[in-house]
Nanobody
Framework: QVQLVESGGGLVQAGGSLRLSCSAS????????MGWFRQAPGKEREFVAT????????YYADSVKGRFTISRDNAKNTMYLQMNSLKPEDTAVYYC????????????????????WGRGTQVTVSS
């Protein structure tokens, strides 16, 4: 069966860094646009970043531009999110997602069409 498994979350102080990983099995991610989304307590899930199938294009929410970097290693079937200069507002459960039909640009606005989701990893940023 298809599985997306996030790792790398944890507790960090404001200004710190974390790197999240999303390891896929049961699918070859080169076929999919990939992305990261997050959900804070009491809020709806929101777009964070997406990346095209060949890493030729990346897209970021305004709230994370300049601080987060999305990348992928198709040979390892893994996607990453490097998070620097973390803020308390970044506290959320972070989910990876795969979409075989959408472009990376469209993926953030078409979450109902996403084919697969991971179970999430908690990121907590203390002030």
């Amino acid at each position: 069966q298809v599985q997306l498994v996030e790792s790398g979350g944890g507790l960090v102080q404001a200004g710190g860094s974390l790197r999240l990983s999303c390891s896929a099995s049961g699918l070859t991610i080169v076929t999919y646009a990939m992305g990261w989304f997050r959900q804070a307590p009491g809020k709806e899930r929101e777009f964070v970043a997406t990346i095209s199938r060949t890493s030729s294009a990346t897209y970021y929410a305004d709230s994370v531009k300049g601080r987060f970097t999305i990348s992928r290693d198709n040979a390892k079937n893994t996607m990453y999110l490097q998070m620097n200069s973390l803020k308390p507002e970044d506290t959320a459960v972070y989910y990876c997602a795969a979409d075989r039909s959408s472009t990376a640009q469209a993926m953030g606005a078409r979450t109902l069409g996403i084919d697969y989701w991971g179970r999430g990893t908690q990121v907590t940023v203390s002030s």
